[in-house]
């Protein structure tokens, strides 16, 4: 889906920057890409320095129904029921979901040429939690979810004009 947006929606600091550090499940420093990895924090720019905020700025989300995919996989492998990791496993998802993403931000180019992507707003300080509900999208944050077939992920960029 691509939405037009309004720049002063959009939420952001370097604070958001930082939760990249966050302690998770098997890296208890955070993620072990922060100040490592191209196109991760802290070497990005701030979202306002990266997209021109004086010009259109669009939010281009595409929905994954993961509950549903794990339900297919279940029925592929039901030796995994009684193990949501397993059935939940981004190596599995992902591809497919990264997939119709790359086909939404295709679409986006075609109807607004010479634009950019930036397909990691967080990396850019971007709150992309109030983003999404400023649009009316509540994003599920828990991790491994208890199945359901409602489950759902969105894969998330902004769009809009380099700053020249």
């Known amino acids: 889906m691509i939405i037009k947006i309004n720049p002063p929606i959009i939420e952001y600091s370097k604070k958001m920057q930082n939760l990249c550090r966050v302690p998770y499940y098997g890296h ?8 490592k990895k191209q196109g991760c924090p802290p070497r990005e720019k701030l979202i306002n320095e990266f997209l021109d905020f004086k010009k259109d ?4 989300y595409t929905e994954f129904e993961v509950g ?12 995994w029921a009684n193990f949501p990791r397993q059935l939940y496993n981004p190596r599995r998802w992902q591809p497919t979901a990264r997939k119709k993403h790359s086909l939404d931000i295709i ?58």
């Open 107 to 164: 679409d986006f180019f075609s109807a607004y040429p010479r634009t950019i992507v930036d397909s990691s707003p967080e990396a850019h300080g971007v709150d992309v939690n109030a983003l999404m509900k400023s649009v009316g999208v509540e994003l599920n944050w828990t991790w491994p979810p208890e199945h359901n077939l409602e489950n759902k992920v969105y894969l998330i960029s902004l769009g809009g004009y380099a700053i020249k």
């Open 57 to 60: 700025l669009y939010l281009i």
């Open 28 to 35: 208890s420093n955070g993620c072990p890409n922060f100040g």
């Open 68 to 79: 549903k995919f794990a339900e297919k996989m279940k029925s592929m492998h039901p030796e």
